[in-house]
């Protein structure tokens, strides 16, 4: 397979599906639209799954585990949620399979062995969990429970994408309850900030807070919270939603708590997730026409050594140095990796680190040894510097740290580039072909005009942003009047 | 629910089952058979879990995610180990859930939508697996594929219990791929004895490795290792598997690699797992009529400070104390929880902690404060101290090391004290029925013999031990010649 890729301005979508296979990110499975993924992708993961998971306990969180499967009977009790989800439900009927009397080696389902209710492969686990946290309440005392699952869901897509939309992925799914409506409020707006600071702080992707419009909002939600990113297509992506679901689950599933002076009430309820669907928005967001580009903090690892040699006794000379600057390295934490492998040139790892996104390369030749020094150079702006080897592990650090908030930076520059103010239908759809981005506009509040805008442009309301003015003006559709501006934005 | 459990002794059954709901590790769930893993079951889990993917990494492996779904086309190619899933396998066979015209409000799985080809709930993944690894393999030097997975499965059992047999569980699977034979081999061996250190080091519960005997080897597998250990009531645990796989994956889904020399050859094959089950064999092994007893490398919290105090004043002076200590410990490493709630009294704490298995509980009161002491007790033996404030720290690092191998060190002698020689068939069934565990008895080898004595006893062979003296003798049952020794026991 040619290292190659397809470039961003050629084809964005193709660029995109081959860095995902050529960095061993992610593949296509046998199984329509689920994925596997790889162990450099997995490990990328890993890093956001460990930070996320300190957030959560920090804001004190603790994991617990419901099972995968929902009986249909419970999945259809709170009513929005089931409609919105049934379309897209894998469901279990059968418990067994057997030999196929026909095909001699092969085995069919066993038709005795039906399941009398059948089992719908969770999409999301608010039923399952509220049908659990039913006999968990009873009291104000045993509130709030706060509680985070990391887990899989499958969503039957008909259009799938590595990543971006999986009929299987892997996501942390928060379930609250509390016991007043302002409570469980904070807590869907504290999951939200939790969501945008990590993924600002730790994958280097600005985000705007806001909130959804009403046919953006999540099945059996009264509100939906979310963060959007903007793709370097000019793309939005929802990279996290926190959702204060009322008590709208609570009433689905009866429960009830008896307040300080024993008066009953519904328990109010919120869920927040983030999925897999990060690795796209990190691939999107930093990436070049070379491949992967990485954020330190979720580099598998952050610095890569090549030796460069012609024979044994100077490949011994570097791995010497190699292993003097790793010992360094690994003290301040910084987390290394001495490509020795002999099955390659130089170049040809030089080009797979590349591709691969890891942050700092230090090549280490004969002339090296001799002045003692190394070549470094960055994967985010591709430049080089020979560095004096005492140097090198303090320069390391000041870089890594240098890189995180530089790509923070140039992804901030150009998302704040790609906001822009408009004023009329024509500027609007003018805006959306052409540059792209977040366009922030008068809405006049209806649902019509959102679906009438979508149909004619494909753009939707990505939020209402939290931190918006009010501002009087006119919806850019319909001419009626609006209080302020939502943003719009085609969207993954 | 009163807090006072059933003894071992009037019901062991039950004790486990009252012990897993009480003490908050895991609950029956609305879907048959699936658990709901509780908070505090759960941080015992994700302690397992870490030192684990410690252990793996440590050993050259790396994680991936596989699909959770099985075509039943590949779950079928290797025919050794479809058949010993299929009766157990859950099945997906639709895609959509629609409105059931009949009755409003409810869904019904919409019969339009019936998948092509029904997707198995993976029981195990080798199948998926290696048809990817398939495509991941040319030549040597692609191999070896070191990879681990976290993941559920799903195993359709008719009689389940809480940890130890339910219909979905959660585990890890490593499968490898290797060049050589001898290279797969090596490496069963090492997992096998990764779970054992793992299992004696960090659970305290002391295992005898061993290989199964044909009729016990995992489906699809040349030679399975495993680890044993032996619950309180005599009957063994098999706690964790590791299987040389020999070429029937690669041969099944057809995986060969060119050697140096540029010769095709199948790929050779491991799998290893271990999973929620060790939660079982944790309580079962160091738990006692009190609850829960847990070493304190897997205790959520090692140490609880419990104050207690008739008034605010009394209080706040005690938080003061409970704020140095837990600074002091914290520095150490060691895990406190200050339980201040004021909905509870000292002993109703008391006793919640002693059912949770809490290693070392501080009380502190106010005479405490005046002597400058605190009370300190041992969950393990239930004994108390008064400690002199100023060398809690110290002495609570040193008991923390000591109960945890004290507990190890009480389940040896009793593993120990219960693996009984026995030389004839009426002893065998005599010690078997009266004081269990592991009988070292001569088989002769056949399946016969092996089916023959299950059958009359209910005593398998639990492994024939890799650490046995060949030792020439007569099988305990048919009188045929044998060659050595191995363990039989009733079992989880
Ligand atoms: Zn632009
Ligand atoms: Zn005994």
Redesign the interface.
Known sequence: MSKKLTSRAEDYSKWYNELVVKADLA?N???RG??????YG??IW?KMQAELDRMFKETGH???????????S???AE?KN?EGF??????????????DPDKP???R?DPEARLEE????RPTSEA?IW??YK?WIQSY?DLPIL?NQW??V?R?EMRTRLFLRTA?F?WQEGHTAHATEAEAIEETKLMNNVYATFVENFMAIPVIQGVKTESERFAGAVDTYCIEALMQDGKALQAGTSHFLGQNFAKAFDVKYANKEGKQDYVWATSWGVSTRLMGALIMTHSDDNGLVLPPNLAPYQVVIVPIYRNDEQFEAISKVAEDIISDLRDRSISVKFDKRD?LRPGAKFAQHELQGVPLRIAIGPKDLENETVELARRDTLSKQTVILDRISVVIEDLLEEIQESLFKRALDYRNNHITKVDDFDSFKKVLETKGGFISAHWDGTNETEDKIKELTKATIRCIPLESESEDGVCVYSGNPSKGRVLFAKAY
């Open positions: 593949e499975s046998a199984v689920c994925m596997v993924i790889k162990p997995y490990a890993e603790q994991n617990a585990y419901f099972p995968l499967f929902v009986p249909k419970l999945f259809e009513e089931a049934a379309k897209e439900c894998a469901v279990v009927t059968h418990y067994r399979l057997q030999n080696g092969k085995l389902v059948e089992l719908v492969v399952i049908n659990t006999n005392r509680v887990a899989n499958v039957w299987e892997l099955t």
